[in-house]
T-cell receptor
Framework: AQSVTQLGSHVSVSEGALVLLRCNYS??????LFWYVQYPNQGLQLLLK??????LVKGINGFEAEFKKSETSFHLTKPSAHMSDAAEYFC????????????FGSGTQLTVLP | GAVVSQHPSRVICKSGTSVKIECRSL??????MFWYRQFPKQSLMLMAT?????????EQGVEKDKFLINHASLTLSTLTVASAHPEDSSFYIC????????????FGQGTRLTVV
């Protein structure tokens, strides 16, 4: 079964520090991978996605993620955290083919300290 | 980007009443929409797949008679929580699939349902 694991339900960083949110997927077939951000009481906003093109994907708000097949990982990074980055982040996977549904990780709450 | 509008954003209802939540794709047609439920501090759990013109496909453990889904047009899916009870209180989120070269899911802003 397809699954995605996010290590660390809570991550705290200082403003200006590096943000690293971890995501690993389970599959023998490269999937489509996504990172979403959710602010309180709101829906999900797509940050970036990997769809088998470039392995380093740049998204909105200065975020990027690198697909590493050997590690089955798709970690999200941002060089310098901003207070407005504080939110819940979800990694999601979708496999190629007819299925359209996403499988979400458990989420990581990012706190940015002043 | 494409826009998915979900309405209402918040609703409080009495136990035993029914609540309808709408999910509209405003600038694209969506054959497929999904309904998710999210408990506090948890991830999104897929409830059902809504298919335009056919019956919804429910995930295991989701009561189809409790959570009624209607996808009557290519831009609108509705989720009706029938005879709501306090345990149905949750955050419900829809997503609509825009098909094409870059198939992508777009999410509504969510509905906070509180059953009192």
């Amino acid at each position: 079964a397809q699954s995605v694991t996010q290590l660390g339900s809570h991550v705290s960083v200082s403003e200006g520090a590096l943000v690293l949110l971890r995501c690993n997927y389970s599959s023998s077939v490269p999937p489509y991978l996504f990172w979403y951000v959710q602010y309180p009481n709101q829906g999900l906003q797509l940050l970036l996605k990997y769809t088998s093109a470039a392995t380093l994907v740049k998204g909105i708000n200065g975020f990027e993620a690198e697909f590493k097949k050997s590690e089955t990982s798709f970690h999200l990074t941002k060089p310098s955290a901003h207070m407005s980055d504080a939110a819940e982040y979800f990694c999601a996977v979708r496999y190629s083919g007819s299925a359209r549904q996403l499988t979400f990780g458990s989420g990581t709450q990012l706190t940015v300290l002043p | 980007g494409a826009v998915v509008s979900q309405h209402p954003s918040r609703v409080i209802c009495k136990s035993g009443t029914s609540v309808k939540i709408e999910c509209r794709s405003l600038d694209f047609q969506a054959t497929t929409m999904f309904w998710y439920r999210q408990f506090p501090k948890q991830s999104l759990m897929l409830m059902a797949t809504s298919n335009e013109g056919s019956k919804a496909t429910y995930e295991q453990g989701v009561e189809k008679d409790k959570f009624l889904i209607n996808h009557a047009s290519l831009t609108l899916s509705t989720l009706t929580v029938a005879s709501a009870h306090p345990e149905d209180s949750s955050f419900y989120i829809c997503s609509a699939i825009r098909e094409g070269l870059n198939t992508e899911a777009f999410f509504g802003q969510g509905t906070r349902l509180t059953v009192v």
